[in-house]
């Protein structure tokens, strides 16, 4: 399995921008297709965006559609996802997560698609 920790996560006003970060170990990161995912207070954990394995294939949830972005660099074993036009409603702890199969992905993947999780990075949206 991979592990993997999130950072650039913080306070930001709305309608601004925050880049995510994801920074994975061991050598098998580039064979993983990756995903984002984002947990409010008392709500349930849900899909933000998905990456295949090279890169080439994008899935996003239709609430930050247009606004955000996910990518990746398989020579620093690292994923992105940067963000803009910010809103109150995407305060959250992110998520970032290894999985199963890459887009492109029939419906939004959930836990049982998830091999590795990272341990959440907070981000507030403040109005």
């Known amino acids: 399995q991979v592990q993997l920790v999130e950072s650039g996560g913080g306070l930001v006003q709305a309608g601004g921008s925050l880049r995510l970060a994801c920074a994975a170990s061991g050598r098998t990161f580039s064979t993983y297709a990756m995903g984002w995912f984002r947990q409010a207070p008392g709500k349930e954990r849900e899909f933000v965006a998905a990456?295949?394995?090279?890169?080439?294939?994008?899935q996003y949830a239709n609430s930050v559609k247009g606004r955000f972005t996910m990518s990746r660099d398989n020579a620093k074993n690292t994923m992105y996802l940067q963000m803009n036009s910010l809103k109150p409603e995407d305060t959250a702890v992110y998520y970032c997560?290894?999985?199963?199969?890459?887009?492109?992905?029939?419906?939004?993947?959930?836990?049982?698609?998830?091999?590795?999780w990272g341990q959440g990075t907070q981000v507030t949206v403040s109005s």
């Open positions: 990456i295949n394995w090279s890169g080439g294939v994008t």
């Open positions: 997560a290894a999985l199963k199969k890459g887009p492109p992905l029939t419906g939004a993947p959930g836990s049982r698609d998830v091999t590795s």
